[in-house]
Nanobody, 124 residues
Framework: QVQLVESGGGLVQAGGSLRLSCAAS????????MGWFRQAPGKEREFVAA????????YYADSVKGRFTISRDNSGNTVYLQMNSLHPEDTAVYYC?????????????????WGQGTQVTVSS
C-alpha cells in the first residue's frame, strides 16, 4: 500500500504563488503516475496535472497550462505542484493521487491512492 500526505495549501491573493507538496510512503517503488486533482464547493472533482515516475511525461488541464508546473524528486516519491499567477477560480481542495499502473491518466478513477487534500484559497 501507499500513503500520501499533502502540504503547502493556504490563503493567497490573486496573482500570487503557492507550492504544494505530496510525500508518498509505503510501497512507493510501485508508483508510476502521480497527479493532482482539485474540487471546489459545489463542483465536480477535476484533473489538474499528472506526471510519470521520471517526470519526463506530464499533462496539464487547459485551465492551468502555463501557470502550474508539476514535478517529482529523484526518487519519484515526492510530487510538487508549483502554482503561479493564481486566480480566484483556483480555489479548491487539492488532492494528491498516485497509481502503480503504467498509464498517465487524467481520470481520477484510474488512481488507486489518494491523500486527504489541502485547501487552497485565492482571494480576489
Amino acid at each position: 500500500q501507499v500513503q500520501l500526505v499533502e502540504s503547502g495549501g493556504g490563503l493567497v491573493q490573486a496573482g500570487g504563488s503557492l507550492r504544494l507538496s505530496c510525500a508518498a510512503s509505503g510501497r512507493t517503488f510501485s508508483i508510476y503516475a502521480m497527479g493532482w486533482f482539485r474540487q471546489a464547493p459545489g463542483k465536480e472533482r477535476e484533473f489538474v496535472a499528472a506526471s510519470s515516475w521520471s517526470g519526463g511525461s506530464t499533462y496539464y488541464a487547459d485551465s492551468v497550462k502555463g501557470r502550474f508546473t508539476i514535478s517529482r524528486d529523484n526518487s519519484g516519491n515526492t510530487v510538487y505542484l508549483q502554482m503561479n499567477s493564481l486566480h480566484p477560480e483556483d480555489t479548491a481542495v487539492y488532492y494528491c493521487a498516485a497509481d502503480r499502473r503504467r498509464v498517465l491518466s487524467t481520470n481520477g478513477g484510474e488512481y488507486e491512492y489518494w491523500g486527504q487534500g489541502t485547501q487552497v484559497t485565492v482571494s480576489s
